[in-house]
């Protein structure tokens, strides 16, 4: 929620890392190629990057990188992220990006992607793709799709020990080892433990313990088959926003600004969390049959997870199945790619009423601890996607064209048993049967959605250093299966996207640009009523117009100069927004707002050195401007300047220590600010 500083010491014991890889992408396009040479933009982020910060989570890792918003409440594995006003809607988790674990798909085919079990301390690289240009990847991508890449087992023999402390108790653990156990096969073991207790603010503690092993068989002619199985433990304390409330006498952000020391939240619900246990297991096979490489894969993931949250507790068990096969063609003009995607989400919820509760004039005004209590309600949750794609890449001396296609399927079977709900308006919880909940009793929803999803993109070699691109691309996203639940209406979001840029890598310079303007067609919206009750709705439509800007100079040998700067103006061009005052809704148009949240100025800089003796260092200051903070744009948050962190380390044969320091000069800021109906801000 708010700022606050955080000093970790490192020390790492093992085999010192190889050079960086060159930067490549095989994201995009879903085979590997250079990053200058794909009409798109595309960010990555290498793991000489990486090793120079904590990991706690993605945000250590993606900030600073232009169109990219991310942010952490607790410093966990939790994250908000939105590229390009894309997951804007989403209060917890990723929904309309497509986050891939060593190319394996862990969005759920409902478009929603929980962290839990992604391992950061095994995180090599990261490569992101901005916008709808990854038609290869289809529904539930029209944001982007992010690459998460992990230390092979093929790459090194041997392994280390991380040992990291920090102040608010913080400990950052990692083992890892990696060994030919014969000829061919390959072990990787890792093993990580993250916590921090940040006493800064009450019911802000966090844990996760991970176990992975990847045994894995490199063929003599080169095919792989890749094994990745992990195993979670999770325990994650969410503390609530700071309340800001005239009508209540209630500003719990001066109190925080003028001491430091955030309360616990003036809301109702003071003890959400999320506690899980997950088991991944996923299994790619690449083979190669002449002109032809094939890759098939399946994957499966089991979550269990009890989640508190707003009005009521989610105790959940979910299986997630998915398959996925890859023909790669190359051929005298190119690469024809082609394939079929079958991923399918059975999930079992059980809603508790909070057990503990304090209750102040019928209404609950606190909870008192997160146990369960009653049943209210019990569901069933069955999502099926099928997809299948084909692009043809041709490359001729200076240009290179991809045309592609992909056509999905999402079909959602939501069926369940109410006994009870929340109700917002009474403030206490209601049973069935009555006037204030919708569906009550048994009830059972169906909804299928179909899209074709085409992109053509063009990218001209200007000289040896510069390429020239432009692309048209189309995507779309489908509800989550949460909020059908709450607006079984939802319509399919569309996106189309235009786009063009020049990337530069002329000796010492690396410059990526890149202008576009999204239209996008029923984009699904929150709406805070009041009470911080959230409502999910369509826009009629969008436009998103921004440019990006990223470069980095080496100054000279082994110091690097960079920046990133991106500008969005993201407004509304039809929406009616409807507003609860009192017992009444009424219609507000919105027509030519700016969307919340995201900021027209974001800008950030950095400068890194490091000497041939083993010393190095890292500093990087990230600006946040200002932004609306409701729909209405009836106000602004002024954001953040320089939010400066640093990273001073010597490495020396198997010896490597570092001390890392965020929020270096420890500003006071929040993460977000909202607004609700009724002026409420959090």
């Known amino acids: 929620m708010v700022g606050r500083l955080k000093l970790v010491f490192i020390a790492l014991f093992g085999l010192t890392f190889a050079e960086e890889l060159p930067e490549v992408s095989v994201t995009a396009t ?43 409440r607790n410093q966990g594995y939790d994250t908000r992220l939105i590229i390009r006003g894309a997951g804007l809607k989403a209060p917890y988790g990723i929904r309309e ?77 990692n083992l890892y080892y990696s060994t030919p156990l014969g000829k061919g096969f390959y072990l990787g073991f890792n093993a990580s433990r993250r916590q921090t207790e940040n006493s800064w603010r009450p019911w802000n503690k966090f844990w996760t313990n991970q176990i992975t092993l990847q045994p894995s068989y490199l063929f003599e002619n080169g095919d792989a088959w890749e094994n990745y199985i992990s195993y979670t433990k999770a325990s994650l304390q969410l503390p609530g926003s700071l309340v800001v409330d005239p009508k209540r006498n209630i500003d719990q952000w ?21 506690y899980s246990e997950i088991f991944f297991l996923s299994s790619k096979l690449t083979k190669n049959i002449g002109s032809f490489e094939l890759i098939p894969l399946v994957y499966l993931n089991h979550w269990q997870h009890y989640h508190p949250v707003t009005g009521r507790i989610n105790d959940a068990n979910t299986w997630i199945y998915g398959f996925d096969l890859q023909a790669n063609y190359r051929h005298s003009l190119g690469m024809r790619t082609g394939g079929i995607t079958i991923r399918h989400d059975d999930q079992d919820t059980d809603y508790f009423k909070y057990k503990d ?43 290179i064209l991809d045309v592609g296609v992909r056509a999905d399927r999402v079909k959602f079977d939501i ?84 786009e063009t840029g020049f990337k530069i890598r ?18 699904v919206v929150r709406v805070i009523q009041p009470d911080g ?39 509304f061009k039809e929406f009616s927004e409807v507003v609860r005052i009192g017992n009444q809704s009424v219609n507000v148009s919105r027509n030519g707002n700016r969307l919340p949240y995201i900021p027209m100025h974001q800008y950030s800089v950095f400068v890194s050195y490091k000497h041939p003796s083993g010393f190095r260092f890292l500093v990087q200051s990230d600006t946040w401007g200002e932004y609306y903070i409701d729909n209405a744009n009836s106000e602004k ?8 962190s640093a990273t001073i380390g010597y490495e020396k044969k198997n010896l490597d220590l570092a001390l890392m320091v965020s929020n270096l000069f420890d500003k006071r800021y929040a993460n977000e600010v909202t607004k609700d109906a009724s002026g409420v801000k959090r």
């Not at 510069?466 to 189309?474: E, F, K, P, S």
């Not at 969008?542 to 690097?560: D, H, Q």
């Not at 948050?637 to 400066?644: A, D, I, R, V």
């Open 97 to 173: 990006i497509m986050v891939l674990l060593n190319g394996v798909q862990i969005t759920d085919p409902d478009s929603l992607t929980r962290l839990d079990f992604v391992d950061t301390s095994l995180i090599e690289r990261i490569e992101v793709v901005k916008g709808p240009n990854s038609t290869l990847w289809g529904v539930n991508s029209a944001g982007g799709v992010i690459n998460v890449i992990t230390r092979s087992p093929f790459e090194r023999k041997g392994g280390f020990i991380k040992l990291g402390f920090g102040d608010f108790s913080s400990q950052n653990h």
């Open 533 to 571: 009750y959230t409502q999910f709705t369509n826009a009629g439509k969008t436009e998103k117009k921004g440019l990006e800007i990223s470069a980095s100079y080496e100054v000279f040998k082994n110091l690097n100069f960079g920046l990133s700067y991106a500008y969005s103006d993201y407004k």
């Open 506 to 523: 002329h000796k010492k310079l690396s410059l990526d640009t890149a202008l576009y303007l999204m239209d996008v067609k029923d984009e």
């Open 415 to 498: 069926s369940g048993y109410k006994w009870g709900d929340y109700s917002f308006s009474a403030g206490n919880y209601v049973s069935c049967p009555n006037s204030q909940i919708e569906n009550c009793f048994s009830y059972k929803r169906e909804k299928t959605y179909t899209v074709v999803s085409p992109r053509v993109g063009l990218l001209y070699r200007l000289a040896p250093w510069i390429n020239l691109y432009a692309t048209v691309a189309t995507g779309a996203n489908t509800p989550s299966s949460s909020e059908l639940s709450s607006n079984p209406n939802l319509r399919l979001t569309k996106v189309i996207n235009y």
């Open 30 to 72: 879903r085979t590997e190629r250079e990053t200058k040479d794909v009409p798109a933009s595309i960010a990555v982020v290498g793991k000489e990057r990486i090793g120079q910060r904590p990991m706690f989570n993605l945000q250590d890792a993606l900030s600073g990188t232009p169109g990219v918003n991310i942010s952490s």
């Open 254 to 274: 001066s109190q925080f600004l003028s001491s430091g020391r955030a309360p616990q939240t003036a809301d109702p619900w003071k003890h959400i969390g999320r």
């Open 357 to 399: 509760v304090r209750v102040v004039s019928g209404r609950i005004v606190s909870t008192l601890s997160d146990n369960k209590g009653d049943l209210l309600e019990r569901q069933n949750q069955k999502t099926t996607l099928m997809g299948v794609f084909l692009q043809e890449s041709f490359q001729r001396d200076r240009w």
């Open 637 to 644: 948050y002024k954001g953040y300047e320089f939010l400066t």
